[in-house]
């Protein structure tokens, strides 16, 4: 097996999500060289499954390289979760920009992960790693510890029991401080975050949560560090995230 493979299980369904994985807001269009090293899988290997997943229409050729497919989006269309956020939560981010200026974000937690589902940027935003469909670890933002304060020991276990690696400047790699967080997190509603997911980036978040307290997603604002008022803005974010788990 080369270097860059990955101890990925040999099944089916592992190895297709390797393929699909290996697609991100960065890398839309890959030719199959690429797919088979983002995928840390054989070449011939990642060709019969391109082969296969384009046949269905998971993923689409553009020229000498690859795409996702409708049918993708199809499927995804029937995620719950994500299209009743997406379908409620527009209006509440939008009146959060137009009331602070600064950038507003909608994410859900995928295992060690946030996943950015909306952005709308401010007016003088900092440059930030967020964007539709974009991932960051959950340790390293605001949004993710927001989700993770109310995601139970399993997911906080998932996270804290492997190396937070570092992102930004001041990103919390030690699990105990980070353990201490998420409880305070609870107990007030809001998260706070100052360059731990990049350099000059202040964040604060609130989750959205069903009935049950079961996070459903986060709601975040964004600006720079040095000018941003986090204790300032916080309620109004802890408003927004109240807003939208209502009508959830």
């Not at 964007?131 to 510890?145: D, I, Q």
Request: proline share 6%.
């Amino acid at each position: 097996m080369r270097a860059a493979e990955r101890n990925i299980p040999d099944m089916a369904v592992a190895r297709v999500s390797a393929v699909l994985g290996a697609f991100d807001a960065r890398h839309r269009e890959l030719r199959v060289s690429e797919v088979s090293r983002r995928a840390g899988l054989p070449m011939s290997t990642t060709s019969r499954l391109v082969a296969d997943l384009v046949t269905y229409g998971f993923l689409e050729r553009t020229g000498p390289s690859l795409r996702i497919g409708v049918r993708v989006f199809e499927i995804g269309e029937f995620a719950a979760r994500r299209r009743d956020l997406r379908t409620i939560a527009p209006p509440y981010l939008a009146d959060l920009r137009e009331a602070t200026g600064l950038s507003v974000h909608l994410a859900v937690l995928e295992a060690t992960d946030v996943v950015y589902v909306e952005v709308l940027r401010g007016r003088d935003a900092p440059s930030m790693p967020s964007e539709v469909g974009g991932r960051l670890p959950a340790h390293a933002s605001a949004v993710g510890k927001a989700l993770l304060a109310f995601s139970g020991e399993p997911a906080i276990s998932l996270v804290c029991d492997q190396p937070l690696r570092m992102v930004g400047p001041r990103t919390i790699t030690a699990p105990g401080l980070l353990r201490r967080q998420l409880a305070r997190i609870r107990e007030c509603g809001v998260a706070y975050e100052s360059e731990e997911s990049g350099a000059g980036v202040g964040c604060v978040a609130s989750a959205v949560l069903y009935a049950d307290g079961r996070p459903a997603g986060a709601v975040s604002v964004s600006g720079w560090a040095d000018r941003l008022d986090l204790r300032a803005v916080g309620p109004a974010v802890r408003t927004v995230a109240l807003g939208i788990s209502r009508q959830l």
